[in-house]
């Protein structure tokens, strides 16, 4: 067992040490040699010709033009542009490999770390420097510094108090009693006598589509946005026989048309897909699945919170309206869900 | 060939000789230079991975520029009058009608487009690449494992950026990812609301969101991407480019070609490859279509909304995780949006951060290694490494659940339940696999090394005996095969001492030695000298192999004669 | 006596100036006649001989009733090939359409005698290349809010739960598809008119075209299903392309033997 341990120490096989170096055709064969001179600096001279191409397309094409029904001026200075530039690195590259001197050379590495003796000749630099300061032997300033450092980290993070207004405004919507569902883009109100069995409409809020004395909307930019963001609703009509209402709101639909919010309370993704038949609503995003049949209960997908209800009623002319805003929070779950006004 | 005239005599040269002295007498370059000039870097394509990452950079901070003269951050509303009709009279953010400005009344605008988003695409791809390469061989054990840390800041940075880069245009797919963010930040605990209105500025949409974006974009984390790109560079120069063991190649020696010329014309012209290939990526493959999408709305939504694909595995997890969210203390906690979106992130970047520490402390290693290994022999390095692997592309399909759907006509749900389960059982199962194939390939090499390798020749003795002749391997390639370090010695750690004192450290030694028998399990050992010589011997009388002295260089062997003899070449 | 004289010349008078529609009334109803002869072998099987439906032992539907669907239904389920159901599957998928134009129209006129229900689109409400260039924005506005969650930005599909889908709509004929916005064929929900007027329907069908029309400006489109498929050409090509590239960089060229 000695013997085993002993040999250990010497590797199986020995280092043959660097293979010899033996030339390359185009070191030997003047003919060769020429060859790759001409394909390099053949491959260089096409890559100018590019660049110029590159110049006549950009005047000489038009934005509408089209090939092979692409961008015409893409595809043109593109390839120009790409080509030119693949052809340098090419003909740099082939240049190195069969023109440019290949012998392997030998670098020897040093440590990584420092020698012994820059090492102490810092440490002696610094204790120097350390002694003379005073810092080690003067707890005061040292203390009173360090302090008055770390104390300046608050205006740091003070200063971005107002980066934003502290979050109240999530529990209430644009949605108020009386308001018209309206469908979107167009902004009409809807009849139930409109809507048919199996009828998806993506709907909004009546005030988005609201103008004021000038014409002008009452909700627009990033007032609109915010609103939609959380006021957006899908109104649907299914056969009464297919809905169990959740309790208490057997009377939030009209004959068979119930209003949800659109937005999923996974994280915000507005929700369209609308299956008549199975009376389920699937978010694009996460998957997660709602039966709107059944209260918007979630049975698929990551959403943990059912889809809020909107209450619906009928305004004098017959049109869809609003009963109140929304009775759960709109949208993703946050921390302080269940601590504010409604959950 | 003609004769070199040093630069100092030739006619550029003397001109030059008034500047360049006039820099040295206040710069003092020539020390940094006479090291650097001809400094050494080992010959490998694995080695250029890295390079495409950083050429990548390069090419992204040059269109990027391009693209801040006309590119508008603001969310302000707008009415679109440009050129591309179904959008004419359409209310839109500045910021998209900019977009779509450039894409279609700048000229070279849509290319520059396309060249910054495939550029950033290959600069995340490039990164993982180049990070498995050095995982997989080892490259990121002492000295280098500072610069392993700075590549993950580099990673995780890298996806930051683009996330901010392709939100910057607001258009309805990217605008659907913000909204994923807004509930993302929300979920998190305690503070997540107050976070969630600090980074918009309000509530969502808000409109500040798309010019802070704008900033980190452009000046923030490309500043502390250059500045670590930078420190990357320096250590990479500092430490010297690893290698693979080979003839000639030892543990104190680089052995490679000179930065002048050779390096400096195969990696200043895999720049010029790197820009020209994205350019005519750019040329020929759309990407980011936004004008298809059209301006970002809370209400609307298009069917296979997925973020850019280096974001995909957070997309995936987020889908697959079930729907649990509980209250506690009047607090609620939503996990299936925080664990997969926010920790498993952190997860996955803290076990990457950790990795080379966690390896020194299991093999207890603290030589300088400057060569690298072969990823057999290290079987359970490599099994994990293939395991995270495994973990990450189970939920990187997870993330196109939809579009696997639709395209190979399956049900999304079952999608859905199988990636549930594969993302914990397919690494299990993947670690297995990769470790038994390690040990094969580790098994093959030592055959080769003792008993040569198969020539396909068969021979039938008189008796009917048939076995295939042996040749052996030429030194350099028996060399190649043995130069990784003997497996050590693993012992229990003492319980007591001599004395029947208790050992303090028992329980952390005894963990310590449970992980390294794991890490080695398996592996097998290189052959030993006496290994080799008993092989030999044994070839000399049996016959099986090819007297010695024969040197083959394997693809040269031409066959065997009647008598047994290799016929030369 | 008198009366029969007046009953007799009632009678004359009006099948002297009531020929008209009598004959139309034939037409129609040799249509309806027609429809119905195809409906029995065609149909009955699984919409019942009185097409009002057929439900499994376990009262499950088995083939719906079709009474008051209308023809426009019909026209599309039957024109885009997706009626007769060959196959049972999670649904109906477009095929090459069976019965020939003629024999559709007769079905869908057997399927409207059975009771009232939308009608096929006339040309003049299908005729998406007369709306303007306003029209077609406010195509894509009605397009992005009410299709492109199933259908997909441009029109290239979506999954749906257990297996179903929503299909391409490229290739699609403009009355199809107004036909599936208006009687949401399947799982597809319905527009109707009061809600999506016709000229909307017009317009959205407008935008699709214009979408199918245009030139893909930046190169090839990847069949517009987004990021997932730029992920895996960065990855194939890109990635593939350059490390084939760094391949041939670090690869050793040919040597010159030793002599």
Not at chain 1, 226 to 243: F, H, N, W
Not at chain 2, 103 to 128: E, K, P
């Amino acid at each position: 067992m000695n013997d085993r341990h002993e040999i250990e120490r010497v590797e199986p096989i020995e280092n043959p040490g660097l293979p010899e170096h033996l030339p390359r055709p185009t070191d030997v064969d003047p003919k060769q040699e020429r060859r790759a001179e001409l394909q390099v600096s053949g491959m260089f001279g096409l890559a100018g010709l590019l660049a110029l191409a590159f110049c006549v397309f950009y005047f000489m094409i038009d934005l509408d033009q089209t090939f092979l029904n692409w961008s015409a001026l893409n595809v043109a200075l593109g390839a120009t542009l790409g080509f030119s530039l693949l052809l340098i690195g090419a003909g740099a590259i082939q240049w190195a490999k069969k023109l440019m001197g290949d012998q392997e050379i030998i670098e020897m590495r040093h440590p990584a770390a420092s020698s012994t003796q820059d090492r102490e000749e810092t440490l002696e630099a610094l204790n120097a420097g350390i002694d003379e300061s005073g810092f080690a032997r003067r707890p005061l300033i040292r203390n009173s510094l360090l302090g008055a450092m770390g104390l300046l980290g608050l205006p740091a993070v003070v200063l971005l108090r107002d980066l934003g207004p502290l979050p109240h405004s999530m529990y209430e919507t644009v949605w108020k009693k009386g308001m018209r569902v309206v469908n979107d883009v167009s902004g009409t109100p809807i009849k139930p006598s409109d809507l048919e069995v199996g009828q998806l409409v993506n709907a909004e809020p009546g005030i988005l589509f609201e103008t004021d004395a000038d014409g002008e909307r009452v909700l627009h930019g990033t007032e609109a946005l915010q609103a939609k963001a959380k006021a957006a609703v899908i109104v649907v009509r299914m056969r009464p026989d297919d809905i169990t209402p959740a309790k208490g709101r057997e009377n939030w639909g009209i004959d068979g048309i119930v209003c949800y919010s659109k937005i999923c309370t996974h994280v915000g993704c507005p929700i369209s897909l609308w299956e008549q038949q199975t009376h389920h609503l699937l978010c694009p995003c996460h998957q997660s699945t709602f039966d709107l049949g059944d209260a918007g209960k979630v049975i698929f997908g990551p959403a943990n919170r059912p889809l809020p209800q909107l209450q619906l009623g009928l305004d004098g002319e017959g049109y869809l309206i609003a009963m109140d805003d929304f009775q759960e929070v709109v949208g993703p779950s946050f921390p302080e869900l269940k601590r504010g006004p409604k959950s | 060939m003609s004769t070199y005239t040093p630069i100092e005599d030739t006619g550029v040269g003397k001109k030059s000789s008034g500047p360049v002295q006039w820099l040295d007498e206040r710069l003092g370059l020539a020390g940094l230079a006479k090291k650097n000039l001809r400094k050494v870097f080992p010959d490998h394509w694995s080695f250029m991975l890295g390079e495409i990452a950083l050429w990548s950079f390069v090419v992204l901070l040059l269109t990027g520029t391009f693209l801040t003269f006309w590119f508008q951050p603001s969310m302000a509303e707008t009415t679109y009058q440009g050129v591309y009709a179904p959008f004419r009279g359409l209310e839109m953010s500045h910021a998209f009608a900019s977009t779509l400005n450039i894409s279609f009344d700048i000229r070279g605008g849509l290319l520059m487009r396309q060249i910054h988003h495939w550029s950033a695409a290959l600069f995340m791809a490039a990164i993982i690449v180049h990070m498995l390469r050095v995982f997989f061989t080892g490259a990121f054990r002492k000295p280098r494992e500072i610069n392993w840390l700075i590549g993950i800041g580099l990673f995780s940075l890298g996806m930051i950026e683009g996330f901010a880069g392709y939100s910057l245009p607001d258009d309805l797919l990217s605008g659907t990812g913000l909204r994923f963010v807004d509930g993302l930040i929300r979920s998190i605990p305690i503070v997540g609301s107050y976070i969630e209105f600090f980074v918009f500025g309000g509530e969502f949409p808000g409109d500040i969101i798309i010019p802070r974006l704008y900033m980190a974009h452009i000046l923030l984390i490309p500043a502390l991407l250059l500045g670590l790109i930078g420190a990357h560079m320096l250590l990479l120069v500092y430490h010297k480019h690893t290698q693979w063991p080979g003839p000639g190649r030892t543990e104190r020696n680089v052995v490679g070609y000179p930065m002048l010329p050779v390096y400096a014309a195969k990696a200043g012209g895999f720049f010029f490859v790197v820009f020209g290939f994205t350019a005519l990526m750019g040329a020929f493959i759309q990407i980011n279509p936004v004008w298809l999408y059209g301006p970002y709305n809370p209400s609307e939504v298009t069917a296979g909304s997925q973020p850019d694909w280096y974001m995909g595995w957070v997309e995936g997890a987020v889908r697959i995780m079930p729907n649990w969210e509980n209250t506690i203390f009047g607090w609620t906690f939503s996990w299936n949006v925080f664990v997969p979106a926010v920790l498993l992130m952190g997860l996955l970047f803290t076990v990457l951060a950790l990795w080379p520490f966690v390896e020194r402390w299991i093999t207890g290693d603290d030589r300088d290694h400057h060569l690298l290994d072969r990823p057999r022999n290290m079987p359970v390095r490599t099994a994990l490494g293939v395991a995270g692997m495994t973990f990450y592309s189970i939920n990187w399909i997870a993330g196109g659940n939809d579009i696997i759907a639709l395209k190979l006509h399956m049900d999304i749900f079952v999608i859905t339940w199988a990636c549930r389960i594969l993302v914990f059982v397919a690494p299990v199962v993947a670690f297995i696999v990769t470790k038994r194939i390690c040990i094969g390939l580790q098994h093959g090499d030592k055959e080769r090394i003792l008993h040569g390798f198969e020539t396909g020749v068969i021979e039938r003795t008189a008796d009917g005996n048939y076995s295939e002749r042996h040749a052996p391997l030429d030194s350099v390639r028996q060399y190649e095969l043995t130069t990784h370090d003997r497996l050590p010695v693993l012992e229990a750690p003492a319980e007591t001492d001599d004395n029947g004192v208790r050992n303090p450290e028992g329980r952390k030694a005894r963990l310590h030695a449970k992980a390294r028998d794991f890490f080695y399990s398996g592996a097998v050992d290189k052959p030993t000298a006496l290994d080799v010589e008993e092989a030999h011997r044994h070839a000399d009388h049996t016959g099986h192999e090819l007297p010695q002295g024969n040197e083959f260089k394997g693809n040269e062997f031409k066959g065997v004669s009647e008598a047994g003899i290799p016929k030369e070449h | 006596m008198v009366l029969l004289v007046g009953l007799l010349v009632a009678g004359g008078l009006y099948s002297a100036f009531a020929p008209q529609s009598a004959t139309a009334v034939d037409e129609d109803s040799r249509k309806v006649e027609a429809g119905r002869q195809l409906f029995l072998i065609g149909c009955a099987s699984c919409h019942g001989k009185n097409a009002s439906g057929v439900l499994t032992k376990s009262g499950n539907i088995y083939g719906p009733s079709l009474i008051g669907v209308g023809a426009a239904a019909v026209d599309f389920q039957v024109g885009t090939g997706r009626m007769p159901l060959t196959n049972s599957g999670p649904q109906a998928p477009r095929k090459e359409p069976v019965y020939t134009a003629e024999e559709t129209s007769q079905l869908a006129a057997y399927v409207a005698s059975l009771g009232p229900g939308p009608s096929v689109p006339g040309d003049e409400i299908l005729d998406y290349q007369s709306v303007d260039e306003e029209g077609v924005k406010r195509g894509g506005e009605f397009f992005r809010t009410n299709c492109t969650a199933c259908h997909n930005s441009v029109g290239a599909g979506g999954a749906l739960p257990n297996g179903r889908y929503a299909p391409k709509l490229t290739g699609v004929s403009a009355k199809h598809m107004y036909e599936a916005m208006l009687t949401g064929p399947q799982q597809m929900p319905v527009f109707s008119d009061a809600v999506i007027t016709p000229e909307d329907k017009r317009a959205v069908i407008a935008y699709v075209k214009a979408l199918e029309d245009e030139p893909s400006y930046g190169g090839f489109g990847g069949g517009g299903l987004g990021p997932v498929v730029d992920g895996l050409i960065a990855w194939v090509i890109g990635i593939g392309g350059l490390v084939g590239f760094a391949v041939w960089i670090g690869a050793h060229g040919a040597r010159v033997k030793k002599q």
